[in-house]
């Protein structure tokens, strides 16, 4: 029943497929009437909630499968390929999705007990059993949307509701060990965000261990448990949804693409291209600018 009444206040929102922001903050609603093909995303930090339908969500080599008998939760920015799974015209999937908030989450971690040694060593995506306080709380907080007078005042609260309940229930610990800035995946946080904005540039392991303040080894270790794949998987990820995206925005060519990532070889480029997308540039480009709902993010 709760996860009805969810369901219910986002299909009241969300009326057209794909993702849609709201006027609370951090608050996306996401819809679709129809199991689609893959889209390949960076997924930001968040908290997700499916109130009707189902996805499948790959991370290097791992296969997370969900609906809403589950929470998931990405602590690092990741990037991922995801599709719906489970969505019909009269059942569309239906996904709660509230981005995490850095300065809110270190203002909680300060009032909570230390972290145990060794707990942060788990995925930067993790699935959790739903529990009935969560599915409460994300109620309440899409409800708001009917309320623009008093949400700015409310909002705040129930958000703080939500990460305090994430913080301290099961898989918490990594984004308390993440809010922190001093544990194992803390640092590699910050490899991580060196990655997002040099990702067209060449780099050591070296260079990143030790922005990480960790040996190198101890940081490929900790990359992967973390991301699922190693640093330049990371970034091939990174520079190949970017060059989808400007051909697909800007008509560039496979060559032009390449080249404004950080590819010097377009061979090399449309192999992995393919490898990643199923598809050589050009034949990925005339699907999906045939059928432009592929690309849609979800």
């Not at 007078?149 to 229930?169: D, F, H, K, Q, S």
């Not at 194992?184 to 067209?200: D, E, M, P, S, V």
């Not at 990143?208 to 998987?233: I, K």
Request: contains cysteine; aromatic residues 6%.
């Amino acid at each position: 029943m709760a996860h009805q009444e969810l369901a219910e206040q986002i299909a009241r929102y969300a009326e057209r497929d794909g993702i849609m922001d709201t006027p609370i903050a951090r608050l996306a609603l996401v819809r679709s009437a129809q199991r689609g093909e893959p889209v390949h995303m960076v997924q930001r930090p968040a908290l997700c909630i499916i109130a009707q339908g189902g996805k499948r969500v790959l991370l290097g080599d791992a296969v997370i499968d969900y609906g809403p008998a589950s929470y998931l939760v990405a602590s690092l920015d990741l990037p991922i390929t995801g599709a719906v799974t489970q969505a019909s015209a009269d059942a569309p999937y239906l996904c709660f999705c509230l981005y995490l908030d850095p300065a809110l989450l270190s203002e909680i971690a300060l009032t909570l007990p230390p972290l145990p040694a060794g707990a942060d060593e788990s995925s930067g995506m993790t699935l959790h059993p739903m529990t009935p306080e969560l599915i409460d709380a994300a109620t309440r907080l899409t409800a708001l949307l009917s309320d623009p007078v008093n949400a700015p005042l409310l909002a705040p609260l129930i958000e703080r509701e939500l990460l305090v309940r994430l913080m301290t229930g099961p898989g918490g610990s990594v984004l308390r060990a993440i809010a922190s800035g001093e544990s194992r995946t803390g640092q590699i946080a910050q490899a991580i965000a060196w990655l997002k904005t040099h990702f067209r540039e060449p780099f050591s392991g070296a260079h990143l261990a030790a922005l990480a303040g960790m040996s190198l080894s101890s940081f490929h270790d900790h990359f992967r448990r973390a991301t699922a794949m190693t640093p330049l998987q990371y970034q091939k990820q990174l520079r190949l949804q970017e060059a989808r995206a400007l051909m697909l925005a800007d008509r560039l060519d496979a060559a032009e693409a390449g080249f404004r990532v950080g590819y010097d070889s377009p061979s090399q480029f449309s192999r992995e291209y393919r490898r990643l997308f199923g598809a050589p540039p050009v034949r990925d480009m005339g699907r999906l600018r045939a059928k432009p709902q592929m690309a849609m993010v979800i």
